[in-house]
């Protein structure tokens, strides 16, 4: 069954970076486009990141763009989030989705990121 396991969340204090990792399996992980997505407290969901299955084409929330890079390892089947520059805005459950936004079809659990002096 297809599973995704987000990790490298924690806390971090404004100007830090955090790099989120999902371990992908039960699926041809090199043939699918892959996100990241967000929600704060109290607030909707937020799509972050998208790359597609090459891993040559990205694209960046303009919250996030020029401080988080989005890539993915086909041959380890693992997607990556590096976030530099965070901020308390960036406070918030970010999950690992395969898919394009408005075609999510598998979440991961989610890992907490809390930017906080």
């Known amino acids: 069954q297809v599973q995704l396991v987000e990790s490298g969340g924690g806390l971090a204090q404004p100007g830090e970076s955090l790099r989120l990792s999902c371990a992908a399996s039960?699926?041809?992980?090199?043939?699918?486009?892959m996100s990241w997505a967000r929600q704060a407290p109290g607030k909707g969901l937020e799509w972050v990141s998208v790359i597609l299955s090459a891993g040559r084409d990205t694209y960046y929330a303009d919250s996030v763009k020029g401080r988080f890079t989005i890539s993915r390892d086909n041959a380890k089947n693992t997607l990556y989030l590096q976030m530099n520059s965070l901020r308390p805005e960036d406070t918030a459950l970010y999950y690992c989705?395969?898919?394009?936004?408005?075609?999510?079809?598998?979440w991961g659990q989610g890992t907490q990121v809390t930017v906080s002096s």
């Open positions: 989705v395969r898919g394009l936004a408005g075609d999510y079809d598998y």
């Open positions: 039960g699926f041809t992980f090199s043939s699918y486009a």
